[in-house]
């Protein structure tokens, strides 16, 4: 009983607080043609209930969470796990699980509308670019904020090469990677000796300065203004829109599947090692023998590479650039992507990917709020699930003895 | 093997070292004590490149390796157990072994070398696929000489090893040490507070105070001087 009181009157408390920070915009509303205020009462009754109910709902989760008996711990985290992921790592599951999506995936644009296809095509950009910059937050441990500046050069890249010399998209895309590659070392450079928060700020600000830079130096990019009809990939002659838009989404698979092909790579590699030991404890690393240097700026040239071929991908799609489409808030939501779906984990990233660009596409209504969304979704995520929807499953590699 | 010739080292404008020289000869087991904040950390890390010296020397079996990368030092058979471990947590006790040897290409020897430490600490080999963040401290402890020593040095510097341990297991862990000194040949550079224990199994040591060698001589001359008595062995 006492228990019970003690409930209410935290949310009551927390409810009346809720009421009384939201009032101004929630209940006073200034009708500036009439000199009226209309006071909408009503509303704050909506606010209090509402904070009401979810702050138990809250804190009853968040009980649950803290007195989840030990044991059960196990087989309810297994019997949760992501039913997909399961059947992918169970070997007799794997090659049916594997061809029915293949076969989906390839059937999809024939299933669907085109617009369909053009959203699912910017939801795999958007899981290359998760990847790649898993690459540096998953593997390598740095916190980096500036990756949308990795996408803006790529797509730049392909832009301004086909704006003045007429490059075709084939060469633009390795060359769009090249110069990720080449831009994340520049960007390397100056930031080796930083780490944690010190280089979460100078990458946010590097992201900033290149976004600054292509919006000023307009005699060069075309400022603000973007650049415009960067054609999209031709296969043979030139293709309708409708072909080429479904060309393109072939290609994001491809590549989707080339990307996670290398990741796999990375993790099993003597690099992907060294980044581990790396993101672990630094200065045990370097008493290994780990080439600090080498590792810092293979991660950001590593994670730059994908982000420059999935902006040359964009550049593609969209068939038009500018600044505006590589800001903070772009860098923010693929840091996103990675968080919630699981830093560290292929599946994860992936899921990530296609929650923070599809969730906002098909919910149209929600779009306004998607920072809001995905801000609360992060804050319940952060409490309740810190390793992300699907996280990560260190593969122990075997040494020595063991050695197969 | 290694010389030290007057290194002076600083944290942004705060000096830790003024003018350290200390000398330690193939095979020996040599201690430098020194009350907290004294700078034996920093020695330690000036010697193996982490935090290199504004001015001075560190020569390394006649190769003067001031200034040198941490790693390319590691190459060069030195090797050091860093201060509180700074084990790998998430890695299993083998991948741990196994990051030790990151620059080994060797996997025979390798195999003999895992088998060497895992002879010195059983319980190692036993723990062997458990994740090194759940070991015990005295574990972790053996883990972290472990993994240097999968390294092959000739020269290993450890510094602090008893930090936080039951007397007993310190006790058993600088029996290891010694061990490994006498079966391995390793030259021994060791770092620590607990002078008692650290004079009982050197050969030599020195006396570190605000960044400054005070005293230098054998092990037994130091546990007799009545200054050293009274400031580091307590009695
Ligand atoms: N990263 C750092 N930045 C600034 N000052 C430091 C840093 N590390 C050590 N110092 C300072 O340098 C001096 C020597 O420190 P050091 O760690 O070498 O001492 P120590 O003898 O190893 O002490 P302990 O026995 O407590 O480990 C101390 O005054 C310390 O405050
Ligand atoms: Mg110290």
Redesign the interface.
């Known amino acids: 009983m006492n228990k019970v009181l003690k409930e209410i009157r935290t949310s009551a408390l927390s409810a009346l607080w809720m009421m009384i920070l939201t009032f101004p915009i929630i209940v006073i509303k200034v009708n500036t043609i009439n000199m009226t205020v209309n006071w909408r009462w009503i509303n704050l009754m909506w606010v209090g209930t509402g904070t009401f109910i979810l702050s138990w709902l809250w804190r009853y989760l968040l009980d649950r969470k803290e007195n989840g008996s030990g044991l059960k711990k196990t087989d309810t985290k297994e019997s949760r796990r992501f039913s997909l992921h399961k059947s992918l790592n169970d070997k007799k599951m794997r090659i049916p699980v594997l061809s029915t999506l293949a076969v989906l995936v390839l059937v999809l644009p024939l299933l669907v509308n085109f617009y369909q296809v053009s959203i699912m095509t910017s939801a795999l950009i958007f899981v290359i670019l998760g990847l790649g910059l898993n690459i540096v937050i998953g593997y390598g441990g740095l916190l980096h904020l500036g990756y949308a500046a990795f996408y803006a050069m790529g797509a730049y890249s392909y832009g301004l090469m086909y704006l003045y010399w007429g490059i075709p998209f084939w060469v633009a895309l390795p060359l769009g990677a090249v110069s990720g590659a080449v831009f994340g070392l520049l960007i390397g450079f100056p930031v080796l000796r930083l780490r944690g928060d010190y280089l979460a700020i100078v990458t946010l600000a590097f992201g900033e300065i290149a976004r600054l830079v292509l919006e000023n130096l307009s005699g060069f990019t075309k400022g603000p203004e973007g650049i415009a009809q960067i054609p999209r990939p031709g296969f043979i002659t030139k293709l309708s829109l409708q072909g080429a838009t479904i060309y393109l989404f072939y290609i994001c698979i491809a590549l989707v599947l080339f990307t996670i092909f290398v990741m796999r790579r990375i993790e099993d590699s003597r690099i992907g090692?060294?980044l581990?030991?790396m993101s672990?404890?630094d200065?045990?690393?370097?008493?290994?023998?780990?080439?600090?240097?080498k590792a810092k700026l293979t991660t950001f040239a590593l994670g730059a590479i994908w982000a420059g071929m999935a902006g040359v991908l964009l550049a593609a799609k969209t068939t038009y650039i500018n600044p505006g489409s590589f800001t903070l808030m772009e860098s923010v939501m693929i840091l996103v992507a990675v968080v919630l779906g699981g830093t560290g984990s292929i599946p994860g990233v992936i899921l990530g990917a296609f929650l923070v660009t599809l969730i906002p596409e098909y919910f149209r209504a929600l779009s306004d709020y998607r920072m809001l969304m995905f801000g609360v979704a992060l804050v319940v995520m952060s409490i309740f699930r810190p390793q992300g929807i699907i996280p990560r499953v260190?593969k122990?590699?075997?040494?020595?003895?063991?050695?197969s | 093997m290694l010389k030290v010739d007057n290194i002076h080292t600083y944290y942004g404008n705060i000096q830790a070292l003024k003018g350290i020289s200390l000398e330690v000869n193939k095979g020996e087991i040599i201690c430098l004590i020194g009350a907290n904040g004294a700078g034996k950390s920093t020695t330690l890390m000036s010697i193996?490149g982490?935090e290199p010296p504004r001015s001075g020397t560190v020569i390394l079996e006649g190769i003067d390796i001031t200034g040198m990368?941490?790693?390319k030092i590691?190459?060069m058979g030195m090797?050091?157990v860093?201060e509180g471990r700074?084990?790998?947590?998430?890695?299993?006790v083998?991948?741990n072994?196994?990051?030790?040897a990151?620059?080994r290409t060797d996997?025979e020897e390798?195999?003999r070398d895992?088998?060497y430490v895992f002879e010195l600490f059983p319980i190692l080999s036993q723990r062997r696929?458990q994740i090194g963040g759940t070991l015990s401290g005295g574990e972790q402890q053996m883990l972290a000489i472990s993994?240097?020593l999968m390294?092959k040095p000739r020269i290993l510097l450890l510094d602090e090893p008893s930090l936080g341990l039951a007397p007993l297991i310190v006790q058993q862990i600088f029996g290891i040490i010694v061990r490994i000194n006498k079966e391995q040949g390793t030259t021994i550079f060791l770092v620590e507070q607990n002078a008692n224990m650290a004079l009982k199994i050197a050969d030599r040591g020195y006396v570190l105070q605000n960044g400054i060698i005070v005293k230098t001589d054998t092990s037994s001359a130091l546990m007799a001087d009545e200054e050293v008595k009274n400031a580091y062995l307590g009695v």
């Open positions: 090692r060294a581990e030991a672990e404890d200065i045990a690393a370097q008493s290994m023998g780990i080439d600090l240097t260190r122990h590699y075997i040494v020595g003895e063991d050695q | 193996s982490i990368p941490p790693h590691v190459t090797s050091q860093p700074r084990i790998f947590p998430q890695l299993t083998l991948e072994l196994d990051m030790g990151y620059l996997k390798m195999k895992l088998e696929h993994r240097a390294a």
